[in-house]
């Protein structure tokens, strides 16, 4: 919903955008926003109008005013459309003799040319009211008008400019921002993170600490980018979080930290990532898991905007055993049914050879998934209208067929998936098959899942370690290595370290990580021996942390909330770079200014690097690199 | 005042900082910070403590109460102060036989460990309050107590913590972090920052916006941190502020934007500059330098410490000019006098050489400084009570000296400095010596610059273009390339442009520049003329910001507080490194963890970079680099 559809919508006096939630229309935009705070901004305050354009009423009416804006739309040189941040309003071009001038400087200035106009608010004559604008029952009397800045041509006819790539609204991201859509996303997401200010700040104490993202490379970074340092061979690094900085900041007694923090990660071309993106970062002292996840609960419940439904707190919770077996995922979108269901029992004595297979090895079950009324609109498995109707329909006993319809309560309309073999895979696969269900569904008119609704979610008691993919007789973190055991699996951890569970927490809306936290080891000697027995680190990496924990830790937890994320999920943006005011493309460009660019040799002297360009051979890098050099 | 000094203040029950101004004393810190706000932060909400140490009064008398912190002293297995981050309570250790495991507890912990404690609030018994301590009048009761992390041994005797240098506290930062001095500064700025977003966001309407910090080569950003990217030859650049996000924000007609942002300047080793600062960055649309100047007063004023006299606004303004011929700087430390006074004309008919010669140069001139009572305690130069003591009293003439003292108001006891020479070279000079003279009479027992005084001062009327030193024939901005003209200059654009003014504003504090801005140019061609022809830029790197201007820019402004320099002066730190919680040393380096550190080869490969070690031969780096790559 953009700036083409968007001018072409205003023009008939409406604006309503077809995203998949309603929005407030445009002139009530900022008022909206501002009412959840005790007092309405004045946004005219230091500048030269004395009103904004979306606000003007009735109750304005005789009011001598001076608009500021962007010129949207003119009819037959008798009425201008002025838009500026605050909506639309409607402009009288005077046609007598005496007013020429001003009616030149209106007439003859291209669309979204900036002007400034002063006049009265007047009634609009009866009849030519427009219910649909909220300032529709006036409009201004023009005296004198001045123009501010002329629109040159544009490089694109504007009514094409929706139709455009995604990539021509990056390339003029400044026209783009002057949509409805992304005033309203940008808005949104500043009173929202102000909110979550006032309520750890003024509510709670928490204390905004800034900490470095010049950093030293962390062990495991591979995700880090790297920042040359004026001293040969020595590289700061742009962190993906200030996990050790909170936890430092514990360490010396700053109690509770909050930071909205930019952090980095180089994933190369991820679609939907952003190599710098934003996290709400949380770190208390003194904190259990639940002291964390009431604090949390309060914070999205406070800033919740007020054009949606209030968030009823606690959000439910769940453990990972449950989301995976019930889910197939540990992210649940639990907005709809279709659960996985273990119908391991059902076929013990099955005749079907995949699924005896299956079952008579370790691990081995039999998972199903009923998808109500799928049969009616995704014809292609079980279907339990046309007497089960399947190539492997026959090879089911009747007494089988009984069976799964009762324990999965299968009607007429339905559909059955089943799939056999390990637990978590059999899982994982019906997790994914479920939401490609859904949105073969709602393809097909069937609502699952309501853009109203928000379906929060903690998982919790994830496994504290991972079998690595290449190795799977070494252990990795199935988060950070600072996440502290379940105190209750704390003998496991000299046994059978793959049984703990970790003290760690994530928050799911509607199927998305939002966020994640764990309770962190305050025990200098627990942390060593998970570093270097169990994860094979190496300490020296981190030997700052280690002494920290010896001179007086408390203990301390916190969490990190993925605030473009939850922007995007709260405004209904199809991508985070919806809510994002500059973003890169998914291959890390900024197509408005064509960064990253390249850069002199000159200017790459004073850190000590030169460019190994891919056609120079891999020998002469490495020859031309001597080993003594770079071990670090 | 750290760790050390600070701890041995505590245990005689008082803590009361040595710097320049007078501070709240430990205990009253939060509860001071949180006053500003309409209500009181709940500091215990969410943990398991029922109060914070430092609150507890009378009117808890009674109570039972939690409480979580450090063993900040023990005196004779008797008593034993507990820290936290609101201040100190007095535990009385249990004596008797039935709480012997609580008494070893709290007997056996080192100091700094940490403990949880639960007991009841009583009395101290009649005699033993201390006045001088907020939670005199009270000691706690325990029942019971929990050992949460022993403090291992320090590398060092606490005491002499504060002895050591300025890198050890960097190493050990957790520890300093405890210190009451950095705790204070740290929730003072967070509690700063806050009324500031306050102010910006819930009174006037404006915006958080956050801005790419991966963005590319501005031109002329020397001083820009590159990031390689994935691409071979393609860098990133951490720029030095939004400025051309900001500009672009309003031309996407966001209006009234503000950030606390983070920006990056790689200035080599520079003392008291950090790498890495944070500045609050505010833009407008419709606004001029009035408009901005009220609102940053307005900004200042409302988020100004409660502990600190009120700001008188609007602030005093002087012009470029004016701030030269007076103060010898475009940053005057208007707290005190001591001008600068042009005396050129006492001596057109001087018998002295050095001042006939200086005067017979088209600029010459004789500037002269008064510094009251500097004879007495600065015998080095024309000294007014000794009959004019200098090398030089003999050949001023009575006339002369008549005229001096009258000009001047010249006492008994004064001393005068003379300088010869171009209009700015001899303002500068004495500027320069105005400053070490403040700096020699306040060592003296002088009061001239009280710490309790805040002087605001803008210094508007810059000139727009300044000589290059190298090439004095070629101009360059005298702040950015996007500053407004003087509208009444405008036409000696095209004749004289070195005698252009700028819509440029400096906001001076106590004689440092923490502010700057300007109205920005909003017309295409002007702006393609001052970098084209008057600055001879390559205009192409700006190509996206030119095309925005043409795209229906508004007129707009805006400016930027350095956040670190602010927080340093109203807190009367000793350095920047004081007022951030996880600085840099002056060379740039985190002493804590060693960054920047070390990287290999192999990690540098993705980046397609490798380094050029210093004993390499220049040669080898330019052969193995083909100029053709290398073209930006």
Chains 1, 2 share one sequence.
Not at 62 to 91: A, K, M, P, S
Not at 378 to 406: C, D, G
Request: net charge neutral.
């Amino acid at each position: 919903m953009y700036l083409g559809s968007w001018l072409s919508r205003l023009s008939r006096g409406l604006s309503r955008p077809i995203g998949k939630t309603m929005r407030p229309i445009w002139a009530s935009l900022s008022r909206n926003l501002a009412l959840s705070s005790q007092r309405i901004p004045e946004f005219s305050s230091f500048v030269s109008r004395t009103n904004t354009c979306g606000e003007l009423r009735s109750s304005h009416l005789g009011q001598e005013v001076t608009l500021c804006g962007w010129i949207q739309y003119r009819r037959q040189n008798t009425f201008l459309v002025l838009r500026d941040c605050h909506g639309l309003v409607q402009i009288l071009i005077p046609q007598d003799e005496s007013a020429a001038s001003v009616r030149r400087i209106l007439c003859e200035a291209p669309v979204e040319s900036v002007v400034r106009v002063s006049g009265t608010v007047i009634s609009r004559p009866p009849g030519q009211e427009n219910p649909k604008m909220p300032t529709g029952e006036i409009e201004i009397k023009v005296k004198t008008a001045e123009l501010l800045n002329a629109c040159k041509k544009l490089p694109f006819e504007i009514k094409d400019f929706v139709k455009k790539t995604e990539a021509l609204r990056l390339q003029y991201r400044y026209l783009d921002l002057r949509s409805f859509q992304m005033q309203y996303n940008l808005r949104l997401r500043s009173k929202m993170v102000m909110k979550m200010r006032e309520y750890l700040c003024n509510l709670h104490g928490f204390v905004d600490i800034e900490t470095p993202t010049l950093f030293k490379r962390t062990p495991g970074g591979a995700k880090e980018f790297l920042v040359p340092s004026r001293e040969p061979g020595k590289f700061y690094s742009l962190p993906q979080s200030p996990q050790q900085f909170k936890q430092l900041l514990m360490v010396g007694g700053l109690d509770r930290y909050f930071q909205v923090a930019r952090c980095y990660r180089d994933e190369g071309s991820r679609p939907d990532r952003q190599p710098e993106f934003t996290q709400i970062d949380i770190e208390m002292s003194f904190v259990d898991q639940t002291g964390i996840q009431r604090l949390v609960e309060g914070l999205l419940q406070y800033s919740w905007p007020d054009d949606k439904d209030p968030l009823l707190i606690p959000f439910p919770s769940m453990t990972f055993a449950e989301a995976l077996a019930t889910y197939g995922t540990d992210k649940p979108d639990t907005r709809f049914g279709m659960k996985i269901v273990d119908t391991s029992d059902v076929f013990r004595n099955t005749e079907m050879r995949f699924l005896r297979d299956a079952l008579a090895k370790p691990q081995g079950t039999v998972k199903a998934m009923c998808v109500p009324q799928g049969a009616e609109v995704l014809p292609i498995f079980l279907n339990a209208k046309k007497n089960w109707s399947s190539p492997f329909a026959k090879f089911i006993m009747e007494e089988e067929r009984l069976e799964l319809t009762r324990l999965m309560e299968i009607q007429e309309e339905d559909m059955v998936l089943l799939t056999a073999g390990d637990h978590e895979k059999a899982c994982s696969l019906l997790g994914k098959l479920r939401l490609e269900c859904a949105d073969l569904l709602e393809l097909r008119g069937v609502v699952l899942r309501d853009p109203a609704v928000f379906s929060f979610l903690w998982v919790v008691d994830f496994p504290l370690f991972l079998a690595k993919e290449e190795r799977p007789t070494e252990l990795e973190s199935a988060h950070h290595p600072f996440t502290a055991p379940h105190s209750s699996d704390m003998h496991l951890l000299y046994t059978e370290p793959e049984k703990v569970r970790g003290q760690h927490y994530d928050l799911v809306l509607n199927g998305n990580e939002i966020g994640g936290g764990s309770v962190r080891i305050h025990d200098a000697q627990l942390q060593r021996y998970i570093l270097e027995t169990l994860l094979k680190e190496d300490v020296k990496l981190l030997s700052h942390l280690l002494q920290a924990l010896d001179h007086g830790a408390p203990p301390h937890g916190g969490i990190a909330l993925g605030l473009d994320r939850l922007v995007c999920l709260v405004t209904g943006a199809p991508s985070i770079r919806d809510v994002i005011a500059f973003p890169k493309s998914y291959r890390g460009h900024d197509l408005m200014s064509n960064a990253p660019d390249s850069v002199s040799a000159e200017e790459l002297k004073p850190y000590h690097i030169h460019v190994l360009w891919p056609t120079d051979s891999e020998e002469e890098s490495v020859s031309a690199t001597p080993s003594k050099h770079l071990s670090s």
